[in-house]
């Protein structure tokens, strides 16, 4: 879209053609999940990739026509995206999102001010929406420091263990490189309540199901098999959270 910025347009011409450039670029067989909404917040674009991937067309958002189960989800979501908006709206800043859904899919929500550049005028958003991705920063050093983690050697198999409610959250948490206390005090802040010395009998328990002779092993294996990519439901809500995508490194 960068014809665009050199172009002397008022905003209703600039607007209408950043639409027109979008339907080009997003309704072309592609996947990606795009909306674009005016300067009043309304929603006035969605791409191909939204349609399909939420089971809705421009005019059952805008017309109301939706099933009952529907209407509730989204007009919770539509109050809280409002908010949002509004900020960006008044700002004038990208700000990025975590989205949880009613089935505890997690999407990463970017959304940016559409500005005229002839009129430095608000003229919309657009939001861009993608799976969302939890890393694993332990793998990523060790690749970064070119060491032989043995995470490589050890064969993948998603979701091998059926782990209980209590077991995801302790070996996600741990996975994550919190110590047993930390643990302790994470879970009973969220309204988990259990002891340091519990977590480490869960730990040990963890040991005997992924077959781990020590507790760096169970890392390694749980890395392997995909578990620091299952973020427990224990620790969801559904709904719309602001995102800061900064990385701090220390020291």
């Keep these: 879209m960068d014809i665009l910025q050199k172009n002397n347009m008022a905003d209703e011409n600039f607007f209408k053609t950043y639409c027109e450039s979008a339907k080009v670029l997003y309704n072309s067989g ?3 999940k795009v909306l674009i909404k005016n300067k ?18 421009l005019e059952s958002l805008t017309g109301g026509k939706l099933s009952e189960e529907k209407k509730i989800i989204y007009e919770k979501e539509r109050i809280t995206a409002l908010e949002q908006d509004k900020i960006i709206r008044d700002t004038r800043q990208a700000r990025e999102f975590i989205f949880i859904d009613a089935y505890y899919h997690i999407s990463h929500v970017y959304k940016r001010p559409i500005i005229n550049p002839a009129t430095n005028n608000f003229v919309g958003i657009f939001v861009y929406i993608h799976n969302y991705v939890h890393p694993n920063l332990l793998k990523l050093i060790y690749k970064i420091n070119g060491v032989n983690s043995g995470l490589s050697n050890i064969k993948t198999e998603s979701l091998k263990y059926k782990l209980t409610k209590k077991q995801n959250m302790i070996l996600f948490l741990y996975l994550n490189r919190f110590s047993n206390s930390e643990i302790s005090e994470i879970m009973t802040t969220l309204g988990h309540k259990i002891s340091k010395a519990r977590v480490n009998d869960h730990l040990e328990n963890l040991k005997l199901i992924f077959h781990a002779r020590s507790k760096n092993e169970l890392i390694e294996k749980a890395v392997a098999l995909n578990y620091h990519l299952l973020i427990p439901r224990a620790f969801l ?15």
């Design 30 to 32: 592609e996947k990606e």
């Design 40 to 57: 009043n917040l309304e929603i006035v674009y969605i791409s191909i990739g939204y349609e399909d991937t939420y089971g809705v067309t």
């Design 237 to 251: 809500k559904s709904g719309s959270y602001e995102f800061d995508s900064n990385m701090i490194i220390s020291g």
